[in-house]
């Protein structure tokens, strides 16, 4: 168990609907960094908040937003959804923002759009 | 594209034997890091190489870098059923002050009984 929670584990929902993933970073990590896991494109890095500011940016769709709360929990909110959009969402935080910061993996959450 | 691609996709072994994965990158990089998956569940952190390190052990892991060859490897010794599992090597960017950890598609290992 890595302390990192994601909720729901399982999501189906249907195209153009808009989904909220919640997740919750290990006590004391500041960093919360989400990623998207398919077949096809592999393990993709969405996006990084620190202490509640948005850090660094990667392959994220303009559907596609994320927060992160004073508490330091972090949503991902993903819109409009399409077909291909069903993937598995990974959460992991880390206690900073630096190359030397282990992330640690949340178990994810895996959508399902039909 | 990928910064880091893992060689090989998919690798086969019996118990016991030694297993070997390698990793090649693109850019220059500040570290190295190696993570396990297990089937449909989140990655667990094995080791973190520094771009000054050329080995770094860890119980039966020994990661390798070459940063001439932009390459790194992960052996994983007396293999056990349990290693089975994918393994991804992450490369960060150190250009920029935005940092972020760039995955490979990962070897697929299977360790039979």
């Known amino acids: 168990d890595s302390g990192v929670t994601q909720t729901p584990k399982h999501l189906i929902t249907a195209t153009g609907q808009r989904v909220t993933l919640r997740c919750s970073p290990r006590?004391?990590?500041?960093?919360v960094y989400w990623y998207q896991q398919s077949l096809d494109q592999g393990l993709q890095f969405l996006i990084q908040y620190y202490n509640g500011e948005e850090r660094a940016k990667g392959n994220i769709l303009e559907r596609f937003s994320a927060q992160q709360f004073p508490d330091l929990h972090s949503e991902l909110n993903l819109s409009s959804l399409e077909l291909g959009d069903s993937a598995l969402y990974f959460c992991a935080s880390s206690v900073a923002t630096g190359a030397w910061d282990t992330q640690y993996f949340g178990p994810g959450t895996r959508l399902t759009v039909l | 594209s990928q910064q880091g691609e893992e060689d090989p996709q998919a690798l086969s072994i019996q118990e016991g034997e030694n297993a070997t994965m390698n990793c090649s990158y693109k850019t220059s990089i500040n570290n190295l890091q190696w993570y396990r998956q297990n089937s449909g569940r989140g990655l667990v952190h094995l080791i973190l190489?520094?771009?000054?390190?050329r080995e770094k052990h860890s119980g039966r892991l020994r990661v390798t870098l070459d940063t001439s060859k932009k390459s790194s490897s992960l052996l994983i010794t007396a293999s056990r059923a349990a290693d089975t599992a994918s393994y991804f090597c992450?490369?960060?960017?150190?250009?920029?002050?935005?940092?972020?950890?760039?995955f490979g598609k990962g070897t697929l290992l299977t360790v039979n009984p």
């Open positions: 006590s004391g990590d500041l960093s």
């Open positions: 190489i520094r771009s000054n390190e």
């Open positions: 992450a490369t960060d960017y150190s250009g920029g002050s935005n940092y972020k950890l760039t």
